[in-house]
């Protein structure tokens, strides 16, 4: 058996909470949680990228998710506004 370490076991734990919160993105029943969905799979992608930085010692993914936080949340104002008015 493999030697697993706790940053194997949280990728793992991030991995299987993205298919129930992609499911719930695509089959939502209406805007608003497709939309929190969405923006929990997107979370979830940067905090894999996030350990992944950690596991491999590699400090430009650090400004990846950085970034990735930043225009995520842009996203995610522009998504709740959208919501908000209805669409239109």
């Known amino acids: 058996m493999p030697d697993l370490s706790p940053l194997d076991l949280a990728l793992g734990v991030l991995v299987l909470t993205l298919v129930p919160a992609a499911w719930r993105a695509?089959?939502?029943?209406?805007?608003?949680?497709?939309?929190?969905?969405?923006?929990?799979?997107?979370?979830?992608?940067?905090?894999?990228?996030?350990?992944?930085?950690?596991?491999?010692?590699?400090?430009y993914f650090f400004d990846v998710a950085l970034v990735a936080v930043l225009v995520g949340f842009l996203g995610s104002v522009a998504l709740s506004r959208l919501v908000h008015r209805g669409g239109s």
Do not use: T
Not at 28 to 53: E, I, Q
């Open 26 to 59: 695509f089959v939502g029943p209406d805007d608003a949680d497709r939309a929190v969905a969405a923006d929990l799979v997107f979370y979830v992608f940067v905090a894999v990228v996030a350990l992944l930085a950690v596991r491999r010692d590699a400090a």
